[in-house]
């Protein structure tokens, strides 16, 4: 298949342009697209034979249920059985934006999508480029991030050219995300909503709006593999670049000592490694190759900026990235979690 890449002005979208790629998502076609996100790989959600090519176009297990993609928040009737009174409150303050609500589901998602659940997951990125494609296609649209399955999220259409190209209709080029993680995923089908996935919303932020909010214990823990993951996509190792990650946890100059003692080991045995350091920390690393993610007190830039990192890592022929950690509050929670996840959980305490 040959792939349409289709350059687009974020703050002005160009009218032909949505329009062509609206009618490719009604026809049952493939259309990547820059959320605020990620970029994501859309279908539309009531055709069963669309949304399934958007599994076989990443390679995605078919026990991975979808995001479903809405404009305006009326759509929800159509979708849900149900509407749990949260969600309105939830849905003042935080949408258009990076939050997605898991709601009983109606018959109108078909099978494919929600992997047979009796649940489906919904959200209204903020993203002009999404709203107005969305809107204008007419549909909801089924859309996981952009990449090939196991890869780190696309934050840029490059990577989603790199994972795509020949496999979808559209790519949709809207240059750079802004939020460079994927959404929060809440579960609000139990009376105290639990977080399924950290990401662009914290749970700080949700707190503050609906009171308590609990984490899905598999989340976090290193031994995630003996839970049953509420959110069947995290059971997968996920955001993981070709090299291996080892990710160190600890107070930062105890980190710096032993990851330089590591780094030197690795290097003495021919093992190609690279620290992915902080701002803080960069400077402590003397003749080590060394890359910070950003600055500890800037959180929200290390999480816009860690997956395009991860993917440069790749064109590096790096073998080993030994990982510092960073602060677990805010999105740094979200950061830390895909950060254990691309390690495949190999945590080092110092
Ligand atoms: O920011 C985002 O959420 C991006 C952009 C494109 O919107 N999308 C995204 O989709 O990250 P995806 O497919 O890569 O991740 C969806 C996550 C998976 O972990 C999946 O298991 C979970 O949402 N999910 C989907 N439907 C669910 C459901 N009914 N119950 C529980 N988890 C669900
Ligand atoms: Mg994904």
Redesign the pocket.
């Known amino acids: 298949m040959k792939t349409d890449i289709i350059k687009i002005n974020i703050n002005n979208p160009e009218p032909d342009k949505l329009q062509h790629a609206a009618e490719v998502l009604r026809n049952g076609g493939l259309v990547a697209f820059p959320?605020e996100?990620?970029?994501?790989l859309g279908a539309d959600a009531t055709n069963g034979s669309a949304v399934s090519g958007i599994f076989k176009a990443k390679g995605r297990p078919s026990d991975?249920?979808?995001?479903v993609?809405i404009a305006d928040s009326r759509d929800l009737d159509r979708l849900t059985a149900l509407k749990p009174e949260v969600s309105e409150h939830l849905i003042k303050v935080f949408w258009p934006g990076?939050l997605?609500l898991?709601m009983p589901r109606s018959s109108a998602i078909p099978d494919i999508v929600?992997a047979s659940?009796d649940?489906?997951?919904i959200?209204m990125?903020s993203h002009p480029v999404a709203l107005a494609l969305i809107q204008k296609a007419g549909v909801p649209v089924a859309?996981?991030?952009?990449n090939s399955s196991g890869k780190p999220?696309p934050t840029c259409a490059r990577h989603v050219i790199d994972d795509l190209d020949g496999k979808v209709d559209i790519i949709i080029d809207g240059g750079s995300v802004e939020v460079g993680l994927?959404?929060t995923?809440l579960?609000i089908t139990s009376p105290i909503p639990v977080i399924?996935?950290p990401?662009?919303i914290t749970r700080e932020q949700l707190e503050s709006v609906i009171g308590r909010v609990d984490i899905c214990p598999s989340l976090m823990d290193s031994e995630a593999g003996l839970h049953v993951p509420?959110?069947?996509?995290?059971k997968y190792r996920h955001y993981a670049p070709e090299a291996r990650i080892v990710l160190f946890e600890g107070k930062p100059e105890k980190v710096c000592k032993e990851i330089s003692r590591i780094y030197r080991q690795n290097t003495g045995n021919g093992i190609k490694s690279i620290v992915l350091a902080t701002d803080e920390t960069v400077d402590c690393y003397k003749g080590i190759d060394v890359i910070t993610m950003g600055s500890r007190k800037n959180p929200d830039t290390i999480a816009s900026r860690l997956f395009h990192i991860l993917r440069e890592f790749n064109d590096q022929n790096v073998q080993v990235i030994l990982a510092e950690s960073i602060e677990d509050r805010g999105i740094g929670f979200a950061v830390m979690n895909r950060l254990i996840k691309a390690s495949g959980y190999n945590v080092v305490k110092v």
């Open positions: 959320t996100t990620v970029y994501g991975n249920p979808l995001i993609h990076p997605t898991v929600t659940l649940s489906v997951a959200r990125p859309a996981p991030s952009a999220s994927e959404s995923v579960d399924l996935r990401g662009g509420k959110s069947p996509g995290m």
